[in-house]
């Protein structure tokens, strides 16, 4: 297998590496993978991790649901029921920080396509890119939305949108700078970009350890603490306005977590600790299971 091997820190630079944990590829193969920090920034990665010729097969499972909108089983089923929630508020959260009833969105990794076209029904000018070739032909089938493949990204114009979005996508990116650089070209100069990733710093992530669900490996080849996501924006020309939680994802991951553990009653264990973790990030929202990070350009 061809992989990819992290010989310099994709933040700071550094070469000082210390292997935190190993973790399982609980979703499709099995197999584990290392989980390494940086000693200079505390940047944590995979190490290791597939290359994009090969990491294809890692998410090859009927239970991916961002690729393939399973309802099977009762935690799928909660999913669905909290994206619904959760599609409002996203849309409120765009509005507020563009200023704007309707505009110009970009949404990358979108998926099945449920949030494009929860957006595009409210009257925004909706384009969006998509890797999984089944997750875009959903979207054409059930939302006639026409989704880019990742390669459409560096043909858009400059300044060509009012809000860019990553739901839980920036984790998955193998070109880390490329893709900042891209954002900010593209990115109109009073636009908003908003990014969410899960929070390794989390009341959750420190309970679970390695065996925490938002881990993920090899698909998330990333892992960003609060102060990791601010400094890759300050490096390329963003200044972070705002960090809101993300407070259902502490249920979600907690019972996906109990599910690896082989615990008796997942969902029961899964609600009593995101409950706990869920309070935790009303004391501090850093806790909190995902962030979402809210920039701006600097020179805006």
């Known amino acids: 297998m061809n992989v990819r091997y992290i010989d310099k820190c994709p933040l700071c630079g550094g070469n000082g590496f210390e292997k935190k944990m190993t973790c399982t590829d609980h979703y499709a193969t099995g197999e584990s993978f290392d989980i390494f920090q940086c ?12 290359s994009e010729a090969e990491i294809g097969r890692y ?7 961002s690729h393939s909108d399973t309802r099977k089983g009762l935690m799928n089923h909660i999913y669905h029921w909290v994206r619904r929630f959760m599609l409002a508020r996203k849309a ?39 890797k999984s070739p089944q997750a875009r032909s959903f979207a054409k089938e059930h939302f006639q939305l026409d989704v880019d493949a990742p390669e459409a990204l560096e043909k858009h114009a400059e300044q ?3 809000a860019i979005t990553l739901w839980h996508v920036m984790e998955h990116l193998e070109h880390l700078d490329e ?41 998330h080849l990333w892992h960003f603490s609060p102060s990791v996501m601010q400094q890759f924006g ?35 264990k899964g609600m009593i600790s995101g ?22 350009k600097k020179e805006a």
């Open 92 to 130: 409120r959260l765009i509005k507020h920080h563009c200023g704007l009833n309707k505009g110009s969105l970009l949404d990358i990794g979108t998926g099945t396509g449920y949030f494009p076209h929860y957006m595009k029904e409210k009257g925004w000018r909706v384009s969006a890119i998509e």
């Open 59 to 65: 998410y090859e499972s009927p239970d991916y649901i």
């Open 160 to 162: 060509s949108f009012d």
């Open 179 to 219: 893709t900042w650089e891209t954002l900010g070209r593209i990115l109109k100069d009073r636009g908003v970009l908003i990014i969410a990733v899960p929070n390794p710093t989390s009341s959750d992530a420190m309970k679970y350890k390695e065996i925490w669900a938002a881990y993920d490996v090899p698909r």
């Open 234 to 268: 300050a490096k390329h020309g963003f200044i972070l306005c705002e960090r809101h939680p993300m407070p259902f994802d502490a249920f979600y991951v907690s019972m996906l977590s109990e599910k690896y553990k082989k615990s008796p009653f997942p969902f029961i």
């Open 39 to 50: 000693k200079d920034c505390g940047f944590l990665f995979t190490q290791s991790f597939p």
């Open 275 to 296: 409950t706990a973790c869920w309070f935790s990030s009303l004391i501090k929202k850093e806790r909190s299971s995902s962030m979402i990070y809210v920039f701006r």
